[in-house]
């Protein structure tokens, strides 16, 4: 059982930073791509951004381009999640989440709620204006 847990959440004033870390049990972190999700309150969960198995491909979702960075540490079953020049908009539970296929595609990172298997427990970011 691969369990992920998700850290650095908090209370930032907008124009801010914060950095979230998700730390995954497991032998086999590096086969597998990742991603991060949110959760605005009362809306669905969104894609934010995912990284393929070896770190060499990233991908984000329009409104977060320029200011969020996703990356990882195979070496210390981490994926994070840089985020500067935060806006209100991003207020949201933010939860990372592991590909449900193991993968050595360079260029493979998806972008569905559907195509993750194993979810953390969400960590709390707001933005205040």
């Known amino acids: 059982q691969v369990q992920l847990v998700e850290s650095g959440g908090g209370l930032v004033q907008a124009g801010g930073s914060l950095r979230l870390s998700c730390a995954a049990s497991?032998?086999?972190?590096?086969?597998?791509?990742m991603g991060w999700f949110r959760q605005p309150p009362g809306k669905e969960r969104e894609f934010v951004a995912a990284i393929s198995s070896n770190g060499g491909y990233t991908y984000y979702v329009e409104s977060v381009k320029g200011r969020f960075t996703i990356s990882r540490d195979n070496a210390k079953n981490t994926v994070y999640l840089q985020m500067n020049s935060l806006k209100p908009e991003d207020t949201a539970v933010y939860y990372c989440?592991?590909?449900?296929?193991?993968?050595?595609?360079?260029?493979?990172?998806?972008?569905?709620?559907?195509?993750?298997?194993?979810w953390g427990q969400g960590t709390q970011v707001t933005v205040s204006s």
């Open positions: 989440a592991r590909d449900h296929q193991v993968s050595g595609l360079a260029i493979h990172a998806p972008r569905t709620a559907r195509e993750y298997d194993y």
């Open positions: 497991g032998r086999t972190f590096s086969s597998y791509a």
